[in-house]
């Protein structure tokens, strides 16, 4: 597939990192590092502006390793990003550590996932056919 991509920052196109990887790193495009404290959120732009084929999303996705090790995530994950958006993409991150976490020029902040999507047309009915799970949610199917 190919998707048009304007790109304001100093750095590299996203792209993958191994041959099946489904996500393609976003890089922070920021002139001064961001310190980011303890619960504290921010959006961390990267410079970057995309044109999606409709029926189409991006979904902006954390690291697992910046995850894991520092406790950073995409706070709306996944973020979507729709095939008529032609804003700089932007990534809402927030720390769940309890340390200060700082965040580079050029610093790997998230993944992007590009994404085909079905639209919902609804068929309003009286009810719904039974199935063997039912109305139960939220820790209904048991825990282990």
Same mark, same amino acid.
């Given at each position: @597939? !190919?998707? !048009?991509?304007? *790109? $304001?920052?100093?750095? #590299?196109?996203?792209?993958?990192? $191994? =041959?099946?990887?489904?996500? @393609?790193? &976003?890089?922070? *495009?920021?002139?001064? =590092?961001?310190? &980011? !404290?303890?619960?504290?959120? /921010?959006?961390?732009? /990267? %410079?970057?502006?995309?044109?999606?084929? &409709? +029926?189409?999303?991006?979904?902006?996705?954390?690291?697992?390793?910046?995850?894991?090790? !520092?406790?950073?995530?995409?706070? *709306?994950?996944?973020? $979507?990003?729709?095939?008529?958006?032609?804003?700089?993409? %932007?990534?809402?991150?927030? *720390?769940?550590?309890?340390?200060?976490?700082?965040?580079?020029?050029?610093?790997?902040?998230?993944? @992007?996932?590009?994404?085909?999507?079905?639209?919902?047309?609804?068929?309003?009915?009286?009810?719904?056919?039974?199935?063997?799970? %039912?109305?139960? +949610?939220?820790? #209904?199917? +048991?825990?282990?």
């Amino acid at each position: @597939m !190919k998707v !048009k991509i304007i *790109n $304001t920052s100093k750095h #590299s196109l996203p792209n993958y990192s $191994t =041959p099946a990887s489904a996500g @393609m790193d &976003l890089r922070a *495009n920021i002139e001064a =590092p961001i310190k &980011l !404290k303890p619960l504290e959120r /921010t959006i961390v732009k /990267t %410079g970057i502006f995309i044109e999606l084929p &409709l +029926g189409f999303e991006a979904q902006v996705r954390p690291r697992s390793g910046l995850a894991f090790k !520092k406790g950073i995530t995409v706070l *709306n994950s996944p973020g $979507t990003i729709d095939a008529d958006y032609r804003g700089e993409v %932007g990534v809402i991150l927030v *720390n769940l550590s309890d340390d200060d976490f700082e965040i580079e020029d050029g610093e790997r902040i998230a993944q @992007m996932v590009i994404a085909r999507h079905e639209k919902a047309h609804w068929v309003e009915v009286e009810e719904l056919n039974n199935s063997e799970r %039912g109305s139960g +949610g939220f820790g #209904s199917t +048991g825990v282990k």
